[in-house]
């Protein structure tokens, strides 16, 4: 691509609001952060339980990086399975109660790795807000995608009734990343029996933030799906991602999923860390219930000042709408001194532009109405 049609597109993405640069972090994700120079809180971060700084996690991450080396070397088809890899696998899948659970690089290659396995024919129905990998997903897959309303339960239904005798496969976030809401699981599993269809979910922004024990939306509603992907780089702390399922398929995905068998296994230090910080969350469980009421205390604050949140999770999205005036209030709310980063097309539905907010476990009350009046102050400056 010549240089001028590189600056063209950059322009044309500059004139539509929908630039994005980078924002320079100083230090460990903590609830506040030196950014760009000044110290801020974070209120967009995905550290949900406050992990990634966790002196525990930390000591397991350096011990394992001079035990095992900094790398896992190659790909496990290639160099080998580590011991270190195959605990973690354990635990994980005792932790989600399933047989097996296998390690991903991150969640993108875990969703698209899953897919591809699962359904490599027929026909996967995907709702409409589920997540870019599982968009990706599905579109590497090779099967006809059918794209349903968001939690459409009715939709779902008459979809796969109407491709009934096809090999189905149901794929969703367990909770959405930008609305911070929750699929429909026990009616979704409920489709998956009565039609044949293997269920895939998603619970990157669940576990660890919801459930009994942290185990997740679905051991919330009390279902199982064939497939549970994860991450290990939000509420635990870490990197890398996991799909825990049942034996078969956990040998399915070793044989069959592509970024499993051609991407380097995660590293002992993050494995390790991800391990820590797993013990972590069943060691304190009440962790989950902080992160819950810090978020239920970010509604109420900024309810009372006038902005209505609507989510039911960690995730409080606050929606302006136009995505200059998203970036105008993100901007100002910085200067106030909260990051909350705004949240723009393609991520989002045009006219639908946002301040994702996130809370962690380790905020302070304090913290949260600090923020809260921030931003009260921005949103009013900003309209």
């Given at each position: 691509?010549?240089?001028?049609?590189?600056?063209?597109r950059?322009q044309?993405?500059r004139?539509?609001?929908?630039?994005?640069?980078?924002?320079t972090?100083?230090g460990?994700?903590?609830?506040?952060?030196?950014?760009?120079?000044?110290?801020?809180?974070?209120?967009?971060?995905?550290?949900?339980?406050?992990?990634?700084?966790?002196?525990r996690v930390?000591a397991?991450?350096?011990?394992?990086?001079l035990?095992?080396?900094?790398?896992?070397?190659a790909?496990?088809?290639?160099?080998?399975t580590?011991?270190?890899?195959?605990?973690l696998?354990?635990?994980l899948?005792?932790?989600k109660e399933?047989?097996?659970?296998?390690l991903?690089?991150?969640?993108?290659?875990?969703?698209?790795?899953v897919i591809?396995a699962?359904?490599?024919?027929?026909?996967v129905l995907?709702d409409e807000?589920?997540?870019?990998s599982?968009?990706?997903g599905?579109?590497?897959?090779?099967?006809?995608?059918?794209?349903?309303?968001?939690?459409?339960?009715a939709?779902?239904?008459?979809e796969?009734?109407?491709?009934a005798?096809?090999p189905?496969?149901?794929?969703?976030?367990?909770?959405?990343s930008m609305d911070?809401?929750?699929?429909?699981l026990a009616?979704?599993?409920?489709?998956?029996t009565?039609f044949?269809?293997?269920l895939i979910?998603?619970?990157a922004?669940?576990?660890?933030?919801?459930?009994?024990?942290?185990r997740g939306?679905l051991?919330?509603?009390?279902?199982?799906?064939?497939?549970?992907?994860g991450?290990?780089?939000?509420?635990?702390?870490?990197?890398?991602?996991?799909?825990?399922?049942?034996?078969e398929i956990?040998?399915?995905l070793?044989?069959?999923?592509?970024?499993?068998?051609?991407?380097?296994?995660?590293?002992?230090p993050?494995?390790?860390?991800?391990?820590a910080?797993?013990?972590?969350?069943?060691?304190?469980?009440?962790?989950?219930?902080?992160l819950?009421?810090?978020a239920s205390?970010?509604r109420?604050?900024?309810?009372?000042?006038?902005?209505?949140?609507?989510?039911?999770?960690?995730i409080?999205?606050?929606?302006i709408g136009?995505?200059d005036?998203t970036v105008?209030?993100?901007?100002?709310?910085?200067?106030?001194?909260?990051?909350?980063?705004?949240i723009?097309?393609?991520?989002?539905p045009?006219?639908?532009?946002?301040?994702?907010?996130?809370?962690?476990?380790?905020?302070?009350?304090?913290?949260?109405?600090e923020?809260a009046?921030?931003?009260?102050?921005?949103?009013?400056?900003?309209l």
């Amino acid at each position: 691509m010549a240089s001028d049609d590189v600056s063209q597109r950059l322009q044309t993405i500059r004139d539509a609001g929908l630039f994005r640069s980078l924002k320079t972090v100083a230090g460990p994700q903590e609830t506040r952060v030196e950014l760009d120079g000044r110290d801020v809180l974070l209120l967009c971060s995905n550290n949900y339980l406050g992990l990634a700084n966790d002196e525990r996690v930390k000591a397991a991450a350096a011990e394992a990086a001079l035990t095992y080396g900094a790398s896992a070397g190659a790909s496990r088809s290639v160099s080998g399975t580590m011991s270190i890899q195959i605990a973690l696998e354990e635990s994980l899948a005792s932790f989600k109660e399933a047989e097996a659970a296998l390690l991903f690089g991150s969640g993108y290659l875990a969703n698209i790795g899953v897919i591809g396995a699962l359904a490599p024919e027929g026909v996967v129905l995907s709702d409409e807000l589920n997540h870019a990998s599982i968009v990706d997903g599905c579109r590497l897959a090779g099967a006809a995608t059918v794209v349903y309303p968001h939690r459409d339960v009715a939709q779902l239904e008459a979809e796969l009734a109407r491709y009934a005798g096809a090999p189905l496969a149901i794929v969703t976030d367990s909770v959405f990343s930008m609305d911070g809401d929750v699929a429909p699981l026990a009616e979704i599993a409920a489709l998956a029996t009565r039609f044949g269809a293997k269920l895939i979910v998603d619970e990157a922004h669940g576990t660890g933030c919801l459930g009994p024990g942290g185990r997740g939306a679905l051991a919330a509603a009390g279902v199982k799906a064939d497939a549970i992907v994860g991450t290990l780089g939000k509420a635990l702390g870490s990197y890398g991602a996991y799909v825990a399922c049942s034996g078969e398929i956990r040998e399915l995905l070793i044989n069959c999923a592509r970024s499993f068998i051609f991407a380097t296994a995660p590293a002992p230090p993050s494995v390790a860390a991800a391990q820590a910080a797993l013990d972590v969350l069943i060691d304190e469980p009440g962790l989950v219930d902080r992160l819950q009421a810090n978020a239920s205390l970010l509604r109420a604050e900024l309810a009372a000042g006038g902005l209505d949140v609507r989510s039911e999770t960690q995730i409080l999205p606050l929606v302006i709408g136009a995505a200059d005036a998203t970036v105008a209030i993100a901007e100002q709310a910085l200067r106030d001194g909260v990051f909350a980063q705004a949240i723009r097309p393609p991520t989002v539905p045009p006219g639908s532009s946002r301040l994702r907010l996130t809370v962690m476990a380790t905020h302070t009350d304090d913290d949260i109405r600090e923020a809260a009046d921030m931003l009260v102050r921005a949103v009013s400056a900003g309209l």
